[in-house]
Each structure stands twice: as structure tokens, then as C-alpha cells.
């Protein structure tokens, strides 16, 4: 192919005609026009006249160039142009296809999997075997090479992963065998790819496909002098760049919302930013992450756990005359621990309670009165923790003596126990190691602190299982008692240094932060977190979006401190006994950075450029001058008149009404779509599952029409890329293996249709070889095209969604196939059954989409004789089947045109009557 600029052509030998244009221009300036015929009798005079002289007139330049234009146009157009022509790749053998795949390239995934489809294509062209591996999720074997139509059909599940790639160069040098690489990189260097450069370099030559992007990174956040800091790191390092900064938490209803958004400046030449929200704790402590406002990647998020929550500790001590002695103040020490990770409350014990804070502390408090200890019960019944710390009035009072008080955990003896005192004959005592049930098991106990004075626990068949922590003596040093949602603790020591050094050392602050009185600033190291294991509670993907991680195995402590993430430490939340851990992509310490190619590897950008065959446009084009010209002789001939000229304006009309009359399709689909309801399904492209949803969609129509109110005319085959969707109420789309993926354009007209209150029916059609979320191929294609789409959460229709009961009272929602796997949008947190009604209070909201695989359309389909198209079942019980399944498409229907009007209360009675309630 010869190319000019970015016109290719594949026979560019024709071009040579071009330079027969001169000529042709001569001879045709040379042929005069043919002369116009007049009868005049007065012509007979000049019979048997000759002229010696004759001269002929010339045709016009401008009708010669028009010509001479059409002429090119045929010459070209036979040439074969083609518009930004892709040049064959010169290569044979094995072709490994090999991307990142991480969360960097998460933003632009589609466009690499153009670029994929692109390469494979080539492949296919020149009869190459093709492995296509992301360097996150590499085969456990051998590379899986095929032919590149099977890889085309895989690609949809193809996604990134929200990590790094880990052992990608082992992998590669195992490999036996040639190939050669297309290496897709998201454009950020990670460890260990010169490694991986080189083992691919030994199996044959490399080529990188990479486009600068922005990349950032949200760090874990911070709290700092009352402000929350966010900060976040970019490559490349260029020019200035603001962006926003997220806050996301739940609302006090449990619903997800943006509490805050603040602005993220990167100065020019700088790699990271920071800024800082100034929000109060009840907003501070329900955020749930943050993230970059626009930007689809995981490394745009930063998950929040515990060390960002800082909880409310109101502080109350006993009255002590002693004013003026700071350090021996029953709560200097306690201020001290706590004030740098915890909102600290002062005020009287009836005022602290109507703020509902995390913990009371009450420092030598022996009495409180009896409308104080209702309160104080009740709250810590409710969630709340008592913490106790013992004292000379407790030690005094008779509190707890006799029977077990309500707010303390064990009973106590009277008087106390004195230790290593100039009366005492004893040595100060030390502490004892932690027992593996304690919440202080791990926690090393320095050889300094040691107890002079105690208050002693009365023995007690409970005592042994509420102590968590004693002295080498094993005398209770902290007992605990679980009180309904919340705990009572007591410290037999005083808060202060006046009967033990415990309050002067570290163990103390870190004694607090694992009865979670205090919230801990930093990540537990591993020596810590030994012997521990974490459930993964959510877990996010590549996109930033979190997702259910109950389902995978637990992780040891170890290597959540010490591992990055990675397939068997996904980023995500992590629960342990008392407190919940976040593993996030982007570290305080992580650095991005550009990565950059030796001069020996070829680079390329990721972008395709799509051929466009030029050939049918230049001879349109030339026929169309020919016309004109055919116009224009007439014209200057003078034989536009008569039938000439209505040929003439016939031919005008053909050229120049075209655009009017796709307005008038337009207009005329528009006018059918909403002159009456209208069913629409989507056309897949597969003839067979086309007709079977527009024959589906007619039975249905039929139905209502006969059984319903509603009149709904023919239904309408939509197209995604052309046709509008907002005429449309409601849309069934029949899933196959092979059809397309929407457009962006396409995408973007599906979600405002979401949005604007349409609803989508997507019919996988595999309830008789697969469940919903199993590896069926219509089932992987469905999760495909739902990958782009606002669909809100979902859950399994509940036994009380309005579904079962807007026209009919139903349970099963068959199709040709009977599965209770149908999913809609999920019901609100905060749903609750009314007294007196069968079912939920519900918004008033209709579920945007419906998913299953029960193949509706089969069910509901008519031929022209509005006889069934197609068997469901066997016998009576098949078509019983279709009856449910048409009783089920009906509810739809009225769900969709309706709402949930049959949640009002006014339709009770009927419900229950027909309940049988």
C-alpha cells in the first residue's frame, strides 16, 4: 500500500490516469457544444449559401472542470484510498499478548481492549496463535495459546485488578519456547519490570504500547490538629493540576452520600498535594472513604478504618482536694493517653449522657445516685462502655460488697490490698503475661511497672472469665463484663501514678487503645498482629467500587501488616476481634512514577485509528457531479424546458431531499412510539433471539390488551446506536454471547434512561443450564454490559416486593424456564414492615432493572395466528407455567406504568382478603 499523508491506497498504480486529466481537458475544450436546433422558415432563403469562414464556440470552463472533477473522483476512487491506513505488522509464530492490567489502567480499560481487538484481528490476518495475559492475573500453567477469534470472544472478561503485577518475570522465564510480546502498559513502572523486560526479550522481540496519562493516588488520610488531611501523589510531574477530593460515609438512614468535597492543588513541578477538611466528629467518624471526584481506579480511593475515627471519652473523676497537684489528678494521665486520638467531654454525668459518647471513664467514682445509674445502665445496655478506675472511695465505699453492682464486673472486697509499702512485708507486685483470650494478648509488659495497691475481686464462679488481665500473683488486675450491646471494665488501680507505675509507661496508652477506649493512630506491625487472622469484609476492585469480600478466606496478621496487596491480600476492610483494618493500593510512603523504556524498545501509542475505505465515497461522489453536469448541459444547451425540465427537477430532488427524509423516519418512529404504549426490546443483532423478543413482547401486549386496561400497540425493535430510548417505558433485552457492546454514546443514552425512570429486563435465557452469576456465556456478556451501566444495588425479589401483587398475587416468576434467580433493586436500609400491613414501606420508586435467565420472551410468544410460538414444559403444567409466566410479564408491566402504588395503605383490605389474612 502506498500511502500520502494519511490516505493510503491499494492500487495506487491507477493514479497515473490522473495525468490524462490535461489532455482531456484540451480535447474537450475543443469539441464544441452541440448547437441549438430552431425551425425558422426564413432559413430557406439562405439554402445553397456556403461560409468560407466558420468558427465553433467552446464549452465553458467551469462545466469542463466539473467534469474533469468527476473523471478524478472515478480515477481515485478505483485507486483504492483508505483513510489513516493500519500497516501490516511484519510477524510469525506465537504472539503473546501481555497487559499490565491494573488499577492504572482502569479509567481507560476500554480503549484497551480496542487496542487488544485491534492486535488480534492483525493476528488472525496473518494466521498467528495469540495468548492474551494480564500480568495481575497470570495462567497457573502455561501460556494459553489459540486462535485469535477465541481471544475476541474472551476479552469481556478480561478486567483489571486492583494490584500490582507480583512474579510476573518468574512466570515468564519458566516459559519454554519463542514468541514474540505486545506489551499494553498502564504507564506506571512497578517492581521488577526490568526483570520482566528481560525474560520477555530472551523468548523474542517486545513492542510497548503506551499513552502518557495523569495518574494519581489518594494516601490514607490523617488527623492532625483537629483537621483531617488527605493527601495525594501524581505521575507524570508536569504543570499545575486542581482536582476535588471526596469525603463518602453513611448518612444517619445507612445510605451512602458525599459528606464533603474539598479542592486538591497540585503546584506545577510537584508530585504530591494535600489539603485538609475541617469536620465535625459525628460527620468525621461516618466517613468511609475518600476518593478522587471523577476518576474510575482504585488507586483514586482510600479506604478509612478505626484510625481515623476518633471516639468520644467523656472523663469524670471523684473530687479531690489536692488541687493544685497536677500529676496526682485521677485524670492528668488518662488526658494525657487519650487527648491525641480522642474527643475528649467534660460535664456532669446527666449532661455527657444526652451526648451519647463512645466511652464514660469514671476515676475513682464510688457512688452514684439512683436516677444516675438507671441512665448509665441503659446506655451501656444500648452500646456503650463503662470504664472503671478503681481508687481510695471505691476502696472505701461498700459498693459492690454484698451483692454484684450493675456497673462494676465482678464483686469486690471490702478495704483494699497494700503491697511493697513501708507497712506492708510484701514486694510491689508485677504484672502477668497476657492470656491468649485477653484483648492485651501480644502486648509486651515492661519490666518497670509494678502495683503497690489494688482493690481485690470477691472469688466468684465468674470471676475466672472476666478477668483480662492479673498480677503474677494472680490477683484480677482488669475484670470485664459484657452488659447487652455494651461492657463494664474495671482497673483495680487508680488512674494516676499514686498506687502503680502503669499509668507513667506505654503499656498503659496501648492498653487503651485495645479496650478501643481510645482510637490507635497507625497500623499495628506484625509482631502485634501475630497469630491474628482478618475476615475480608469488603474488598474493592480495579474501578474503585467495593465490593462483598465475606466470601474469601481469611488473612493472617503477619502479612497484613507487612504485605502489599496483591490476589491473596486484596484492598479492602479487614475485621478482626475489636476493630476493622484497611489495606488501600496507595501507601503513606508509596511514590508514582513513569515508566520509562530503554532505545532499543519500541513504543507505541495505545490509540487505534479505525480504516476508512474512501472508494464508495469518491464514486458517489462522481456520479453526483455527473449529474450536475448532465443539469448543466441541458441548461446551457437550452433544452431545459418541457419534459426535460421535470427530469431535471426529479433529479434535483433526488440529490438534495435525503436528509428530509431521514428527519421524516425519524418523526414517523417517533410518532409510533408514543401515539400509544409501546413494548420495546433491544435488537441483539441475533435474527433468531430478535423475533423470538418481538413475538414475546406481542403475546404480551395481546395479554394486556385483553386482561388489563392498558391498549398497547405493535411492539418495536430499538437500536441502541440510532434510535431514542425515552419513548420507550420499558425495555426487554434478550442476552447473547456474541452481540456487541454498546457505544459510549450508546452507554450514555442507557443510563440517562435508568435514570429518568425506565425500566430494562435483561434476559440472559440460561435458567436451564446456569444461575444467575454463574460462568454461562450469555451470563459473562451480561456482566460485560452491566459493567458501564447505574445499576443500583440488587437483591432477589423479596416476598413482599410490589412485584407480587400489581396486578396479580404471585410467588414464581416463570418464563419458558422456572428459576426463583430474578433479581431488582434492593430495598432501602431502612424498610421496615408497618403494623397491620403484609408487606414493607417502600419508596415510591420503580426497580430500574430486573435481571434473570427465565427466557420470558419464549414464554409470551405468539405467531401471526396469536397461537404460542414455542413449548414451555409438558402437558397442563407447561402451559400453567406460561400462564404464570404471562401473569408475572403483566405485573411488570403495571409495576412499570404504575409505581408502587399497591404499597398505599388504602389497598389493605383487598390485599388481606386475598391473602387469606
Do not use: C
Request: glycine share 8%.
Amino acid at each position: 500500500m502506498w500511502t500520502l499523508g494519511p490516505i493510503g491506497f491499494t492500487a495506487p498504480w491507477l493514479l497515473v490516469a490522473l495525468a490524462a486529466l490535461p489532455i482531456l481537458w484540451v480535447l474537450l475544450r475543443a469539441v464544441p457544444p452541440a448547437p441549438i436546433r430552431r425551425r425558422f422558415p426564413g432559413v430557406a432563403l439562405l439554402l445553397g449559401l456556403a461560409d468560407e469562414d466558420s468558427q465553433s464556440d467552446r464549452t465553458p470552463w467551469w462545466l469542463l472542470l466539473l467534469r474533469l472533477l468527476a473523471v478524478a473522483a472515478v480515477i481515485v476512487g478505483f485507486a483504492g484510498p483508505v483513510l489513516n491506513p493500519q500497516a501490516a505488522r511484519d510477524g510469525k509464530g506465537d504472539l503473546v499478548i501481555a497487559l499490565d492490567g491494573t488499577w492504572a489502567g482502569a479509567a481507560n480499560w476500554q480503549a484497551r481492549m480496542d487496542r487488544v481487538n485491534a492486535l488480534l484481528t492483525e493476528a488472525a490476518l496473518a494466521d498467528r496463535r495469540v495468548a492474551v495475559v494480564a500480568l495481575t492475573d497470570l495462567p497457573s500453567d502455561t501460556l494459553p495459546f489459540t486462535a485469535p477469534n477465541e481471544w475476541q470472544n474472551r476479552l469481556p472478561n478480561l478486567q483489571p485488578k486492583p494490584w500490582q503485577p507480583q512474579d510476573a518475570a518468574d512466570y515468564f522465564s519458566a516459559q519454554q519456547g519463542s514468541f514474540e510480546t505486545y506489551w499494553l502498559s498502564d504507564g506506571v513502572d512497578f517492581e521488577g519490570r526490568d526483570t520482566l523486560l528481560e525474560a520477555l526479550e530472551a523468548a523474542g522481540s517486545v513492542t510497548v504500547f503506551q499513552t502518557p496519562q495523569l495518574t494519581i493516588g489518594v494516601r490514607p488520610a490523617r488527623f492532625e490538629d483537629g483537621q483531617v488531611i488527605v493527601s495525594a501523589t501524581r505521575t507524570p510531574v508536569g504543570a499545575a493540576y486542581e482536582t476535588q477530593i471526596t469525603a463518602v460515609g453513611l448518612d444517619p438512614a445507612g445510605v451512602e452520600r458525599q459528606l464533603a468535597t474539598v479542592p486538591l492543588a497540585f503546584e506545577a513541578g510537584d508530585a504530591d498535594a494535600e489539603t485538609a477538611m475541617v469536620l465535625p466528629p459525628e460527620l468525621r467518624n461516618r466517613i468511609t472513604r475518600f476518593e478522587i471526584t471523577g476518576n474510575r481506579s482504585a488507586g483514586a480511593v482510600s479506604l478509612t478504618d478505626d484510625a481515623l475515627k476518633r471516639r468520644e471519652v467523656a472523663l469524670i473523676a471523684g473530687s479531690d482536694s489536692r488541687e493544685g497537684l497536677e500529676l496526682l489528678s485521677p485524670l492528668y494521665y488518662l488526658r494525657e493517653a487519650l487527648e491525641p486520638t480522642a474527643d475528649l467531654i467534660d460535664g456532669t454525668l446527666s449532661d455527657i449522657l444526652l451526648a451519647n459518647p463512645d466511652v464514660v471513664v469514671l476515676a475513682d467514682v464510688a457512688t452514684l445516685s439512683e436516677t444516675e445509674t438507671d441512665a448509665v445502665h441503659d446506655w451501656v445496655e444500648n452500646g456503650g462502655m463503662l470504664l472503671r478506675f478503681a481508687g481510695p472511695r471505691l476502696a472505701a465505699s461498700d459498693l459492690g460488697r454484698n451483692q454484684e453492682d450493675p456497673l462494676l464486673p465482678v464483686r469486690l472486697r471490702s478495704g483494699g490490698r497494700t503491697v511493697g509499702g513501708a507497712m506492708s512485708w510484701g514486694e510491689p507486685k508485677t504484672l502477668a503475661p497476657f492470656e491468649n483470650d485477653s484483648p492485651f494478648f501480644g502486648l509486651p509488659i515492661p519490666e518497670d511497672v509494678n502495683v503497690t495497691s489494688q482493690v481485690m475481686a470477691q472469688p466468684d464462679p465468674t470471676l475466672a472469665d472476666r478477668v483480662i488481665a492479673q498480677l503474677a500473683d494472680g490477683t484480677p488486675l482488669v475484670t470485664r463484663k459484657i452488659t447487652g450491646e455494651g461492657q463494664v471494665v474495671l482497673v483495680h488501680v487508680t488512674a494516676n501514678a499514686e498506687w502503680s507505675s502503669l499509668p507513667l509507661s506505654g503499656l498503659f496508652v496501648q492498653m487503651l487503645e485495645r479496650l478501643a477506649v481510645s482510637t490507635r493512630p497507625a497500623t499495628p506491625d506484625a509482631t502485634e498482629l501475630a497469630g491474628t487472622t482478618w475476615l475480608p469484609n469488603k474488598v474493592l476492585d480495579a474501578y474503585g467500587r467495593l465490593e462483598d469480600g465475606s466470601a474469601l478466606p481469611g488473612v493472617a496478621g503477619e502479612m497484613l501488616a507487612t504485605a502489599a496487596p496483591g490476589p491473596l491480600l486484596q484492598p479492602g476492610l479487614y475485621a478482626g476481634n475489636d476493630r476493622q483494618l484497611a489495606v488501600n493500593v496507595i501507601g503513606s510512603e508509596t511514590l508514582l512514577s513513569v515508566a520509562n523504556w530503554p532505545a532499543r524498545i519500541a513504543v507505541e501509542g495505545m490509540a487505534t485509528m479505525r480504516e476508512t475505505a474512501l472508494k464508495g465515497w469518491l464514486l458517489s461522489a462522481a456520479i453526483l457531479l455527473l449529474l450536475i453536469d448532465v443539469i448543466a448541459s441541458l441548461a446551457v444547451g437550452g433544452r431545459l424546458r418541457g419534459p426535460r425540465a421535470d427530469v431535471a427537477a426529479l433529479l434535483a430532488l433526488m440529490m438534495f431531499s435525503a436528509p428530509d427524509a431521514q428527519a421524516q423516519t425519524d418523526d414517523a418512529f417517533a410518532l409510533r412510539a408514543t401515539s400509544q404504549v409501546v413494548l420495546g426490546h433491544v435488537i441483539t443483532g441475533n435474527a433468531q433471539a430478535d423475533e423470538i423478543a418481538e413475538a414475546g413482547l406481542l403475546g404480551l401486549s395481546q395479554t394486556l390488551f385483553r386482561r388489563t386496561s392498558i391498549e398497547p400497540s405493535a411492539p418495536i425493535g430499538v437500536d441502541l446506536e440510532t434510535d431514542e430510548l425515552a419513548f420507550f417505558p420499558f425495555l426487554y433485552w434478550p442476552i447473547t454471547a456474541d452481540q456487541p457492546l454498546p457505544s459510549h454514546d450508546a452507554y450514555a443514552k442507557l443510563n440517562r434512561y435508568l435514570r429518568a425512570g425506565g425500566m430494562i429486563m435483561f434476559d440472559t435465557r440460561d435458567a436451564d443450564t446456569a444461575r444467575f452469576g454463574s460462568g454461562s456465556p450469555e451470563g459473562r456478556k451480561l456482566q460485560a454490559i452491566a459493567r458501564s451501566l447505574d445499576i443500583p444495588a440488587l437483591e432477589p425479589v423479596p416476598s413482599d416486593h410490589v412485584l407480587t401483587r400489581t396486578f396479580y398475587l404471585l410467588q414464581d416468576f416463570s418464563g419458558r424456564y422456572a428459576s426463583r434467580d430474578v433479581w431488582v433493586e434492593a430495598a432501602p436500609i431502612g424498610a421496615t414492615q408497618i403494623e397491620g400491613m403484609p408487606f414493607r414501606n417502600l419508596n415510591d420508586g420503580v426497580t430500574p432493572v430486573i435481571i434473570g435467565g427465565n427466557n420470558w420472551a419464549a414464554a409470551w410468544a405468539v405467531n401471526a395466528n396469536g397461537s404460542p410460538m414455542l413449548p414451555v414444559g409438558r402437558g397442563m403444567a407447561g402451559e400453567r407455567q406460561r400462564e404464570i409466566a404471562l401473569r408475572f410479564g403483566v405485573n411488570v408491566i403495571m409495576h412499570v406504568l404504575t409505581g408502587n402504588y399497591k404499597s398505599d395503605q388504602v389497598h389493605v383490605p383487598d390485599l388481606l382478603d386475598r391473602l387469606g389474612q
